[in-house]
């Protein structure tokens, strides 16, 4: 079975410090992560993906296999980052994402 | 605009009866998903469909059901079965053998029972 946690409902960080949303996950074969985000009244959105090792809007992930992990991270977070973050795992087959549970990320000026 | 186009953004339903959620894509995705988002749950897979006329039951699909007898279109329907409907559904498409590109979101339906 494939599962992914998301340890932390909310998260609260002022403006300029940096920001880690955690992931964990389980799963038996070669993982596929992923980031989305959901900023307020828009729809949720593909933020990125582990395979393309890239950096967007500042924020990377690592994926750890060791400690089954793929923590989200950026250096210096600014107030437009506030919205809610899901982590998911692409299973074997059917496309089928399985999402944790999501943090709400929120930005101090 | 294209993309995944979810209707109606609101809707109300009373006790016992079936309402049906509208999903229409037009980027010639294969595959298409029904998910229920709930506050500190997730999204959970209610069911999808690789092709058409061809669909599969996700995590949580009872008291749902869906179709897919075109390609672009993948309605759900609550039926008065779903004991706990009040929710926010999103739609979700995929091309299928480009699934590491990640899934196109619809705005969602948000369904409350009264």
């Known amino acids: 079975a494939q599962r992914v946690t998301q340890p932390e409902k909310l998260l609260s960080v002022f403006k300029g410090a940096p920001v880690e949303l955690k992931c964990n996950y389980s799963?038996?074969?070669?993982?596929?992560l992923f980031w989305y985000v959901q900023y307020s009244r828009q729809r949720l959105q593909l933020l990125l993906r582990?395979?393309s090792r890239e950096s967007i809007k500042g924020f990377t992930a690592d994926l750890n296999k060791g400690e089954t992990s793929f923590h989200l991270k950026k250096p210096f977070a600014q107030e437009e980052d506030s919205a809610m973050y899901y982590c998911?795992?692409?299973?074997?087959?059917?496309?089928?994402?399985?999402f944790g549970q999501g943090t709400i990320l929120t930005v101090h000026p | 605009d294209g993309g995944i186009t979810q209707s109606p953004k609101y809707l109300f339903r009373k006790e016992g009866q079936n309402v049906t959620l509208s999903c229409e894509q037009n980027?010639?995705?294969?595959?298409m998903y029904w998910y229920r988002q709930d506050p500190g749950q997730g999204l959970r897979l209610i069911y999808y469909s690789q092709i058409v006329n061809d669909f599969q039951k996700g995590d949580i699909a009872e008291g749902y059901s869906v179709s897919r007898e075109k390609k672009e279109s993948f309605p759900l329907t609550v039926t008065s079965a779903q004991k706990n409907p009040t929710a926010f559904y999103l739609c979700a498409s995929i091309e299928s053998g480009r699934d590491n590109y990640g899934y196109t979101f619809g705005s969602g339906t948000r369904l409350t029972v009264v």
């Open positions: 980027l010639n995705h294969d595959a």
């Open positions: 799963y038996s074969g070669s993982p596929e």
């Open positions: 582990h395979i």
């Open positions: 998911a795992l692409l299973g074997t087959s059917y496309g089928k994402l399985t």
